[in-house]
């Protein structure tokens, strides 16, 4: 194979690769965009008290989220996030815009399980992503399961 065709080649996969990725990307915004609520939260190794998740509410549109009730088990009241759902885990880098953390990224990932179901799991300010969805005691990551609030 000549040096030019292998250019073009390589050229070609890089692009339907590019494609795919924010394929990927926009399909996964759109699902994971609307109300959802807290169903269940364990933070560094402790479940989070019932009558805490019953009130926490997430409301996602597009890149952009707002916690309703307590910010701290979210990763703040409100930011933006991006996603790369081609890595696994699909991993999230939530941008803070408020609270003592305003600025900082916090690093998690997340699964969507099915169109009303998803999780994620958040390491704290400055410490690396979680591997895997869980939350063990001194780990300091919140391990959120959440479902859909249909309209």
Avoid at 70 to 84: C, H, V, W, Y
């Amino acid at each position: 194979m000549s040096r030019h065709a292998l250019i073009v080649v390589t050229t070609g996969v890089m692009m339907v690769a590019c494609a795919s990725k924010e394929d990927a990307v926009k399909k996964d915004y759109e699902r994971l965009t609307g109300t959802w609520m807290l169903v269940s939260a364990v933070k560094d190794g402790k479940d989070v008290p019932e009558e805490e998740v019953k009130k926490t509410r997430l409301i996602t549109k597009g890149d952009k989220f707002t916690i309703l009730g307590d910010p701290a088990l979210g990763t703040s009241g409100a930011g933006t996030f991006t996603i790369d759902p081609t890595k696994n885990p699909k991993t999230v880098d939530s941008l803070q815009s408020g609270g003592p953390d305003a600025g900082k990224t916090v690093l998690g990932i997340y699964e969507i399980i099915d169109d009303n179901t998803k999780r994620a799991c958040w390491a704290p300010p400055g410490k690396e992503r979680p591997s895997e969805f869980t939350s063990k005691p001194g780990s300091g990551h919140l391990l959120q399961n959440w479902k859909r609030v249909r309209e």
